[in-house]
């Protein structure tokens, strides 16, 4: 595609339900990142993919948060028995490898995730 | 751990005045350093790269090592920059790895 797509756009969560956003990033990126950023702060890492393989998981903040993206393209980001603390806009961003980050990445419009 | 220090979390400029928005990093390697930017409504951007030395609607930031500095700065204000900015540190240098964004500083430009 044109540019990294996210779905939903905004989701309304219960407390303890889980919850899966979804990013599509542009066609041939073969680099996938995601970050959380909260009311007021700066995007903070998540989790990073080179094509399928999950390269960097460091910034993921409990066992509740799980990425996968198992042919190297879509990606998911699941969040099981959501809490208040996750209300946040989740980004997506891709990259071509190796190049990407000197030249930055392309960001999705993000998924805002809202718990109540 | 590396970190990227904005210190001012909103900055307000008179059309036409020159603007400075300050970033301070802490990293012990060579790091590289962007500007993000989001305008209202709109996704997050890249604005400029330390790498490519270039200016960009009239921004230029200069990476300064001796004071771990990447302050962006434009001599001229206009209203159109009203928006976020992100100062963002890489640490990698041969191979993609995460960006470390700063908490943003919000510029609004006064007519």
């Known amino acids: 595609g044109a540019g990294v797509s996210q779905s939903p756009r905004y989701k309304v969560a219960k407390r303890g339900q889980d919850v899966a956003l979804r990013c599509d990033p542009i066609s041939g990126h073969v680099s996938l990142f995601w970050y959380q950023q909260a009311l007021g702060q700066g995007p903070e890492f998540l989790t990073y993919f080179q094509n399928e393989a999950q390269l960097d998981k460091s910034g993921l903040p409990s066992d509740r948060f799980f990425a996968e993206r198992p042919e190297g393209s879509v990606s998911t980001l699941k969040i099981q028995r959501t809490q208040q603390e996750d209300s946040a806009v989740y980004l997506c961003?891709?990259?071509?490898?190796?190049?990407?980050?000197?030249?930055?990445?392309?960001f999705g419009s993000g998924t805002r995730l809202t718990v109540v | 751990a590396q970190r990227v220090t904005q210190p001012e979390k909103l900055l307000s400029v008179f059309k036409g005045a020159p603007v400075e928005l300050k970033c301070n990093y802490s990293y012990s390697g060579s790091p590289e350093l962007f500007w993000y930017v989001q305008y209202s409504r709109q996704r997050l951007q890249l604005l400029l790269r330390?790498?490519s030395r270039e200016s960009i609607k009239g921004f230029t930031a200069d990476l300064n090592k001796g004071e771990t500095s990447f302050h962006l700065k434009k001599p001229f204000a206009q209203e159109e920059d009203s928006a976020m900015y992100y100062c963002a540190l890489s640490e990698s240098v041969n191979r993609d790895d995460k960006i470390i964004f700063g908490k943003g500083t919000r510029l609004h430009i006064l007519p």
């Open positions: 961003a891709s990259s071509l490898s190796s190049a990407g980050f000197r030249y930055g990445y392309t």
């Open positions: 330390h790498i």
